[in-house]
């Protein structure tokens, strides 16, 4: 409960952040603001300053500000044209209903940045080698543990990855095997093929069950093994994966130890609609290494921009693939309380990982909001380019046709996104008790 109430104000301090985009260009502009409020409903408190109305709501999942002329048919006698919203010129209305959306990014680019300020446990898998591929099988076999690259100690399989990705010249490899201690250079114009042909040795032991998901559901937990696909014995999380994948049913039966206990589940697959990469349960395998990375300021701004545009972009990526998929909309649909439960487990990790999280709900709130979808900040926006386009406003009667269904379709996702959230709960329920 108390995560879930923590979720809620956090999207409260978003919408803020939302609205105050909306309200601060649209007072650069000249347009008269009547209301400012956070939450829908009736209002917890409010008071009157400068001529606005500011107000908390009691429904904490959205918010809005109230421009004088806001609706394409609002006529005011009592009011000066140039503080009428619809009488300013479409790309002033263009700019004023995408500051919403732009102060979304800004928030969750500023929360990335501040992430990576945080000191970052990166999980990393075992440096073991499982095979070797092409020309490297000469000089590495199944059990080589990896030791060093040009004498700096690998703690892991991909902190060995990029200390030879970003070795200056040749990269001078220590490793052992059978107890002795091996040495190798990789010439600098291999390490390409090198990292593209050596394989680590990676278990069928669960590191992370991602909420929601079917495997979620199904009650598996980090640090269960998966022993059995379809009756079929697997050892390592290569030859798991391919079998689930690749099941040719919709569920797939595995057997998993816990303990000293096994138990058998049947678990339905997905599409995976984040990439192209087949169906899946919403389970990542164990990494075994961690260590603590601290970024200075310069890196945190890099990779903090980095991961913004990587997270919008897959955002982008997997709404056209539900576009193409929409059986997939009830599976990848999430409300307040999937997120709450999200949230506990980012604050588990740590302050910089809850940060990374509230920065994702950020940006989702932004590419949400930018959908063509009257009633939302994109459908307005399509309205105001139509505009500008053909010359004159799209006829009011249309604009509240369209925006009656845009509301009914928003109501809708609600209702099923709160649908979701309790039907995956009572799942987990089933199968933990």
Do not use: C
């Amino acid at each position: 409960m108390l995560s879930l109430l923590l979720m809620l104000i956090a999207l409260g301090v978003m919408i803020t952040i939302h609205e105050l985009g909306h309200f601060l260009v649209a007072r650069a502009f000249g347009v008269g603001i009547e209301k400012f409020s956070i939450g829908f409903g009736a209002p917890i408190a409010q008071f009157e300053r400068g001529g606005v109305q500011y107000r908390i709501a009691w429904i904490p999942l959205g918010g809005y500000v109230k421009m004088k002329g806001q609706e394409p048919d609002d006529t005011d006698d009592e009011t000066d044209e140039s503080e009428m919203f619809n009488r300013k010129p479409w790309w002033q209305r263009v700019l004023i209903v995408f500051a919403g959306p732009f102060a979304n990014l800004l928030l969750g680019l500023l929360l990335f940045i501040v992430a990576f300020t945080f000191p970052q446990k990166m999980e990393d898998l075992s440096p073991v080698i499982s095979s070797a591929e092409g020309i490297w099988a000469e000089h590495f076999q199944p059990g080589d543990s990896l030791l060093t690259v040009n004498d700096k100690a690998v703690g892991g399989f991909n902190r060995f990855l990029i200390e030879v990705a970003t070795s200056p010249a040749n990269a001078r490899v220590e490793y052992i095997r059978g107890g002795e201690t091996l040495e190798f250079t990789v010439p600098f114009a291999d390490r390409d093929s090198l990292m593209r042909s050596l394989i680590p040795r990676v278990t069928t032991l669960i590191g992370e069950v991602f909420s929601g998901m079917p495997a979620w559901r199904a009650g598996l937990k980090p640090l269960d093994r998966i022993v059995m696909v379809d009756s079929v014995e697997v050892s390592d999380w290569y030859d798991m994966r391919s079998r689930i994948i690749n099941a040719p049913g919709t569920e797939v039966e595995l057997v998993i130890a816990r303990g000293n206990e096994q138990f058998s589940r049947s678990i339905s697959l997905e599409e995976n609609i984040a990439s192209d990469q087949g169906r899946m349960i919403g389970i990542s395998q164990y990494l075994p290494i961690s260590e603590t990375i601290r970024y200075s300021p310069p890196e945190a701004v890099v990779y903090g921009s980095m991961a913004t545009t990587s997270f919008i972009v897959m955002n982008y990526k997997a709404l056209f693939n539900l576009v193409k998929r929409p059986s997939q909309l009830k599976s990848s649909m999430g409300g307040p309380v999937m997120m709450a439960s999200m949230s506990t487990e980012m604050g588990k990790r740590g302050f910089g990982s809850l940060l990374l999280f509230f920065a994702s709900i950020s940006l989702i709130l932004m590419v949400m909001n930018l959908l063509p979808i009257p009633i939302l900040d994109g459908g307005h926006i399509l309205f105001a380019f139509i505009e500008g386009i053909i010359g004159r406003p799209v006829p009011v009667k249309v604009q509240e046709i369209l925006q009656r269904v845009g509301f009914a379709i928003l109501i809708t996702l609600m209702i099923y996104a709160f649908y979701s959230d309790i039907t995956k709960l009572i799942m987990r329920f089933i199968h933990t008790r």
